[in-house]
């Protein structure tokens, strides 16, 4: 019997977030099961996995392809995988994913899903948050939701990758991002996407990428903006993932927010991740992008 016909969900909290028992993401038998768990709790972690970066990546293939990465360089023979490193005695005061975030959320098709591979981990510490955007967007009144809901977002690399980004200011130790013009491109989403594979109604913004709604300036924007974020990283919208050697965690890049916790000066810490490409971002009213 293989060993993912008896795969099993524990959730890890309220909002959102699950452990997977009995997977091996080497057997294709296990992708099924695990994207009907993607979809139902939004970021899943599973435990004990043994992956060479190809084997990886190959599960990676079954949710979608792997995206080729923007900014941040890549494994030499893998352009779809970056190592997120942080050293023992790194110098930089910044880790790569230590603000609130989606992954690339300023590409026009934003990725539909990441997934973290752990190869070393700090003997404490280094944990992700993670928050649920649709359980935000459920949170708020019906007045609320109705303004939300005709709102488009403008999203933009450039806090990060642009010219004056913070990328461009520091560089991490053991991790090459190049800082460019290309960070500042902008691109429109809908502030609630809909998730085509199980109609779920999302928030699409966040901290660090989600610069202004569309149509308005950016002072005039801050406030609601402000408050939405602060309402999705409510302590009852989060859950939060501690790594083992070997855990990989697969999260929809499109209904969650993460956070990577800096809290283990001295020790390393080594994560592979995929990035999966998505499609360009659905509303709920025709017109709303
Ligand atoms: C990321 O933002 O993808 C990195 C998260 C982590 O290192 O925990």
Same mark, same amino acid.
């Given at each position: 019997?293989?060993?993912?016909? @008896? /795969?099993?969900?524990?959730?890890? @909290? ?8 009995? !997977? ?11 994207? $009907? ?6 970021? %899943? ?39 997120? /490193? ?26 539909? $899903?990441?997934? %973290? ?10 944990? &992700?948050?993670?928050?649920?955007? &649709?359980? @935000? ?6 007045? *609320?939701? @109705? ?20 990328? $461009?200011?520091? =560089?991490?130790?053991? *991790?090459?991002?190049? $800082? ?41 924007? !801050?406030? %609601? ?16 993932? &501690?790594? =083992? ?11 969650? #927010?993460?956070?990577? /916790? ?8 080594? *994560?592979?991740?995929?990035? #999966?490409?998505?499609?360009? %971002?659905?509303?709920?009213? =025709?017109? #709303?992008?």
């Amino acid at each position: 019997m293989s060993k993912n016909s @008896a /795969i099993e969900f524990r959730p890890l @909290a309220g909002a959102l977030g699950a452990e997977v028992l009995g !997977a091996d993401l080497k057997d294709d038998e296990a992708f099924e099961p695990i994207f $009907a768990g993607l979809m139902e709790y939004g970021v %899943l972690m599973i435990r004990d996995q043994d992956l060479t970066p190809g084997q990886h990546k190959a599960f990676c293939q079954r949710i979608g392809d792997p995206l080729p990465v923007p900014f941040v360089h890549t494994l030499e023979d893998h352009p779809e995988i970056i190592a997120v /490193i942080k050293e023992a005695d790194e110098r930089t005061r910044m880790v790569f994913g230590g603000t609130w975030h989606t992954d690339f959320s300023f590409l026009a098709a934003p990725p539909k $899903a990441s997934c %973290l591979y752990a190869r070393e981990v700090p003997p404490f510490g280094g944990d &992700t948050l993670f928050a649920s955007m &649709t359980k @935000a967007y459920e949170a708020l009144s019906s007045g *609320m939701k @109705a303004l939300v809901e005709n709102l488009n977002v403008v999203h933009s690399g450039r806090r990060s990758y642009g010219p004056v980004g913070a990328f $461009a200011n520091a =560089q991490l130790d053991s *991790m090459s991002v190049t $800082a460019s013009d290309d960070g500042d491109a902008e691109v429109i989403h809908p502030v609630v996407a809909v998730i085509p594979e199980n109609g779920k109604r999302s928030l699409f913004i966040n901290d660090i990428y989600a610069i202004r709604f569309d149509g308005m300036t950016e002072p005039e924007s !801050a406030p %609601l903006l402000k408050f939405l974020c602060e309402q999705a990283r409510r302590p009852e919208n989060l859950c939060r993932l &501690t790594w =083992q050697r070997g855990s990989v965690a697969l999260w929809d890049n499109r209904t969650t #927010i993460h956070y990577a /916790i800096d809290d283990y000066d001295g020790y390393r810490r080594e *994560m592979h991740r995929v990035t #999966i490409a998505g499609e360009p %971002l659905q509303g709920i009213r =025709q017109g #709303i992008q």
